[in-house]
């Protein structure tokens, strides 16, 4: 039998720590959530593994790695209200909980939702609430958020995200156009919005949110 508290020390050893990511929160909320949980049955072997798991028709959790730098790209506070979107079985969402305020996990049907609330509050998660929505178009009536955060890839940033961040909030994502993404903050000022690419990566598109294919002449 896998011993998971094992494997997720040491996930965060080698997989987080030597990956730049030094953040003592950071560290502390991947050290203390069970992303096995999260994991199908089927995938939980690779609960651990240096690489990206499938759970859902269109969901994929990032490897260790890409989620723990991204969310320390974004620089979430304490006091800070999070927008999860596509957070699909919500182990994203679990270890944003654990570093702001507040977390609103946003999934498209009625079956995922409810199987991410189950299992964010078996994980004594009490700050976090997951809601059903159309993902390109947010959740509005629950921002404005300091944080909204993608952990999949994109051909670039839809609008009403935009919209929604507070002044002097933050965006991540990771913007791809063919194999290779970049992860990038987008931080809003006033009516203006500047972005900075923390790092390469690449994983697959959010369904529906698939890059146009280009002409060939």
Avoid at 45 to 58: F, I, K
Avoid at 75 to 81: F, K
Avoid at 102 to 115: N, P, Q
Avoid at 149 to 166: D, I, Y
């Amino acid at each position: 039998m896998t011993d998971f508290s094992a494997a997720r020390a040491s996930m965060v050893e080698s997989q987080i720590r030597t990956s730049d990511v030094t953040d003592l929160d950071i560290l502390g909320a991947f050290r203390h959530t069970a992303r096995e949980a999260f994991v199908p049955t089927a995938r939980k072997a690779l609960s651990y593994a240096d690489c990206q798991v499938e759970t859902d028709e269109g969901r994929t959790m990032l490897s260790p790695r890409d989620l723990s730098k991204m969310i320390q790209a974004v620089e979430i506070e304490p006091q800070d209200v999070v927008l999860d979107v596509a957070c699909g079985r919500g182990y994203s969402t679990a270890i944003l909980a654990q570093l702001a305020d507040t977390v609103v996990g946003l999934e498209t049907d009625e079956a995922a939702v409810a199987r991410a609330t189950e299992l964010l509050v078996e994980a004594d998660i009490s700050n976090a609430a997951v809601v059903q929505g159309d993902l390109k178009s947010g959740a509005a009536e629950h921002g404005p958020f300091d944080v909204i955060f993608v952990g999949a890839a994109l051909p670039r940033v839809h609008r009403p995200w935009f919209s929604q961040l507070a002044n002097g909030g933050r965006l991540v994502c990771i913007i791809q156009i063919g194999p290779v993404g970049r992860v990038t903050v987008f931080t809003k000022s006033g009516d203006a919005v500047g972005e900075t690419v923390a790092f390469d990566t690449s994983a697959p598109y959010l369904p529906g949110f698939e890059a146009e294919p280009a002409f060939v002449f």
